[in-house]
């Protein structure tokens, strides 16, 4: 089993906001690296509603503490607005994956 932990991030974008969320990703995403931490997967859905999350991603990191570092990053902390423009809601959830990998 993996040792990795794994945030799921379900992102609503609000309403024609979504040129401003791929700016603030394109400035947050590079800085994963620096923490070890490594988008896994980011995922647009088909058909997104009020129910439905605009975007799905997937990050994982070492340990938890990277991730808080991560998120407590000053340089990523500097573009909260634009997530907070962008995104009506954010549902993150933290977990392990259950499937061992191939070696």
């Given at each position: 089993m993996s040792s990795k932990i794994y945030y799921t991030l379900l992102v609503y974008i609000r309403d024609g906001q979504d040129a401003l969320f791929q700016e603030y990703e394109n400035k947050v995403l590079p800085l994963l690296p620096k923490y070890q931490g490594k988008l896994e997967l980011r995922l647009k859905t088909?058909?997104?509603d009020a129910e439905q999350p605009d975007e799905i991603h997937i990050v994982s990191f070492p340990?938890?503490?990277s991730f808080e570092a991560y998120r407590n990053d000053p340089e990523r902390l500097t573009?909260?607005?634009l997530f907070n423009e962008a995104?009506?809601?954010a549902v993150l959830v933290?977990?392990?994956n259950l499937i061992e990998?191939?070696?």
């Open positions: 088909t058909n997104p340990t938890p503490a573009y909260a607005l995104v009506s809601k933290a977990g392990i990998e191939a070696a």
